[in-house]
């Protein structure tokens, strides 16, 4: 371990998307060394043959079935392989961040009904959620964090004050749609995530029924119809909540929601119909960045209240949420390693 890091760090993982991010947040990261990542496509070739960004990194990707003891590993796996393989991971390190699905749900029940069951449910009362603006007071010493999803984590940020201050009580009606680029799909995202494909759609690939409506509702006990759309663009995810409150709601009821649950987070910003270009929450402008924009309009003749959310999924909605959750799990300063404000101008997210 180098004289300045404090913690030593694996990504299980690390040839995909979410892989890459975490090895350049942690390689960057002044609490942690980075001494594993594993691959099995790439055993024994440098990250810099899969992260061309990363070719300064001085490590070669190694077997998944050969983990070295570390302080904390990052699984950035499909779905299914954690919780297959959760019993090695935890021998191996003292802190596991997962960045699947496999344990962010309470129950057997919600795995049977929204992915296709789970088997170590014993687990699912020991894993915490990892959004931390939502779960930061029960990550301090956390060993088994679990990742939240990127479009959850878009439409929570979005509708959470509503639900704190009372504008949202579970009756109402609320319609969310997502936008999403073309990286949510993975590095295998397959035909549909190739280029010729994508681009240029607004092409709507989960219209009911998407698995992260269940991390929405379990966190913010609402019923919500959800809909996903993939656009033609690399980062990014946007929610757009369509609300009907029960009673009037004026802006500043709003203001005064969200500077109350939002006013001392590093990594949510409030933007709602200021000045300039980016007059609400755009993935474009949070790009590369841990941050998450959230911002609301009023249409008082039709009783609506639209909240619009934009994080770059990839960061906020995958690895920097992840190393955002360990830093806090493990009593480092929250924003180490996640400084990054972004670009402007930049080219497509």
């Known amino acids: 371990m180098s004289d300045d890091a404090t913690y030593t760090a694996s990504v299980v993982g690390g040839t995909g998307f979410t ?22 496509s790439k055993e024994n070739k440098t990250v810099g043959h899969a992260h061309p960004n990363l070719r300064d990194l001085d490590l070669r990707f190694s077997s998944p079935e050969d983990l070295e003891s570390v302080d904390a590993l990052f699984a950035a796996t499909p779905h299914g392989v954690s919780m297959e393989q959760i019993d090695e991971f935890q021998d191996a390190a003292e802190t596991v961040v997962d960045l699947s ?15 296709d069951g789970h088997t170590r ?28 999803g990127c479009n959850a984590t878009a439409t929570i940020l979005g509708l959470k004050p509503l639900v704190e201050e009372g504008i949202l009580t579970g009756d109402e009606q609320i319609v969310v749609d997502v936008k999403v680029g073309s990286s949510e799909g993975g590095a295998g995202g ?12 607004v092409r709507p690939y989960a219209p009911t029924g998407h698995r992260h409506e269940a991390e929405i509702e379990q966190f913010l006990g609402l019923d919500v119809s959800f809909t996903v759309h993939a656009v033609d663009m690399i980062r990014g995810a946007s929610a757009t909540c369509h609300v009907f409150p029960g009673e009037p ?37 949070v790009a590369g960045t841990n ?11 039709n009783r ?38 972004g670009l402007h101008p930049v080219g497509a997210p």
């Open 101 to 115: 699905a496999d344990f962010r749900l309470n129950t057997e029940d919600q795995y049977d009904e929204w992915y």
């Open 291 to 301: 941050r998450a924009e959230v911002g609301f309009e009023l249409d008082p003749g």
């Open 19 to 40: 892989g890459g991010e975490l090895l350049r947040l942690l390689a960057g990261h002044p609490e942690f060394e980075v001494v594993q990542a594993t691959s099995r």
């Open 249 to 285: 709601v004026s802006k500043g009821d709003l203001w005064g929601a969200y500077r109350g649950e939002y006013g001392e987070e590093p990594f949510v910003e409030l933007v709602a119909g200021g000045g300039g270009v980016y007059r609400y929450p755009e993935p474009k402008a």
């Open 190 to 201: 397959g035909e549909a995530s190739s280029h010729p494909e994508r681009s240029g759609v």
């Open 121 to 148: 449910p014993e687990l699912l009362d020991e894993s915490v959620y990892a959004l931390p603006e939502i779960t930061r007071d029960e990550l301090p010493g956390a060993d088994l964090i679990a990742s939240g």
């Open 304 to 341: 609506r209240l639209v909240v619009f959310s934009a994080i770059d999924n990839m960061m906020k909605g995958s690895a920097g949420q992840a190393v955002h959750a360990a830093n806090v799990a493990l009593g480092i300063e929250e924003t180490a390693g996640l400084e990054f404000g």
